[in-house]
Nanobody
Framework: QVQLVESGGRLAQAGDSLRLSCALS?????????MGWFRQDPGKEREIVAA????????YYADSVRGRFTISRDNAKNTVWLQMDSLKSEDTARYYC????????????????WGQGTQVTVSS
């Protein structure tokens, strides 16, 4: 069974930086999974923020975060990060880490394992 544990969310000011972390354990091993970050604000649909392929060569960013957020992974540490710079109030949401399969995917329906999420609140 895959377990995902996110950390790093907190209250921040607009313009600040945060780094979210997600550690994976279990399953077939970290290198088996495309990893993604998603977010959801109450009353809104969950949306993809960023995704990274199993070897890190392919990445995807939502238009709303491209140029401000950076996704990265360390397969030796079984960890994926989301570096969030130049935060805006509209980045406020609960951020979820998710694991897909070996194929690089960006649709949430292709992600089979999810963490509990970590709250990011950005005040303006």
């Amino acid at each position: 069974q895959v377990q995902l544990v996110e950390s790093g969310g907190r209250l921040a000011q607009a313009g600040d930086s945060l780094r979210l972390s997600c550690a994976l354990s279990g399953g077939l091993g970290f290198t088996w999974y495309t990893m993604g970050w998603f977010r959801q604000d109450p009353g809104k649909e969950r949306e993809i923020v960023a995704a990274i392929s199993v070897n890190g060569t392919n990445v995807y960013y939502a238009d709303s975060v491209r140029g401000r957020f950076t996704i990265s992974r360390d397969n030796a540490k079984n960890t994926v990060w989301l570096q969030m710079d130049s935060l805006k109030s509209e980045d406020t949401a609960r951020y979820y880490c998710a694991a897909g399969g070996r194929r690089f995917v960006t649709r949430q329906y292709d992600y089979h394992y999810w963490g509990q999420g970590t709250q990011v609140t950005v005040s303006s």
